[in-house]
């Protein structure tokens, strides 16, 4: 995996922190918070699209609302070797599978599942991860109560 380097000045920082607090903010009330052109503001919008420093627009859906009320974290062991993407890329096609995450240690992935309750997780369990030939073994921690959620990441205040 290749590291990029991004060069993100103030105005880029001051737009994504805003952008992020409010993805329906307007170009217009961007502009007025930095004292730029509206136009100005799009112009960095699209360039920071085109370099991937923001990557999508969202609407945080309250889960209970659709029926998804179980929030569970499931350590995978694999036996596809380091580096191999096989088991993670199987996990990550699964619907009910918010995050994979390989990890370091015994487990080779972390992985974050919703459903609508555990007899809901035993069903995704037996038909879609029992059918991923690569996993070894499961160890699932059930979420009783969740204190922080959030995708919002630290953006610096340069």
């Known amino acids: 995996m290749s590291e990029t380097t991004y060069t993100l000045d103030h105005v880029d920082l001051t737009i994504i922190r805003l952008m992020q607090e409010n993805a329906r903010i307007n170009n217009a009330d961007i502009a007025?918070?930095?004292?730029?052109?509206?136009?100005?503001?799009?112009?960095?919008?699209?360039?920071?699209?085109?370099?991937?420093?923001?990557?999508?627009y969202n609407a945080k859906i309250n889960p209970a609302a659709v029926n998804q009320k179980l929030l569970s974290f499931i350590f995978i062991k694999a036996a596809d070797?380091?580096?191999?993407?096989?088991?993670?890329?199987?996990?990550a096609a699964i619907p009910e599978v918010q995050e994979v995450h390989d990890i370091a240690g015994d487990d080779g992935y972390l992985v974050k599942v919703r459903t609508a309750d555990a007899s809901a997780l035993v069903?995704?369990?037996?038909?879609?991860?029992?059918?991923?030939?690569?996993?070894?073994?499961?160890?699932?921690?059930?979420?009783?109560?969740?204190?922080?959620?959030?995708?919002?990441?630290?953006?610096p205040q340069n």
Not at 81 to 91: D, P, V, W
């Open 32 to 56: 007025r918070e930095l004292g730029m052109a509206p136009s100005a503001v799009l112009e960095r919008v699209k360039k920071l699209e085109q370099k991937q420093v923001i990557l999508q």
């Open 81 to 91: 070797g380091i580096g191999c993407a096989t088991t993670g890329q199987a996990l």
């Open 123 to 155: 069903e995704l369990m037996r038909n879609s991860f029992a059918k991923i030939p690569n996993i070894i073994s499961t160890r699932t921690t059930i979420v009783l109560e969740t204190v922080k959620e959030q995708q919002q990441i630290l953006i």
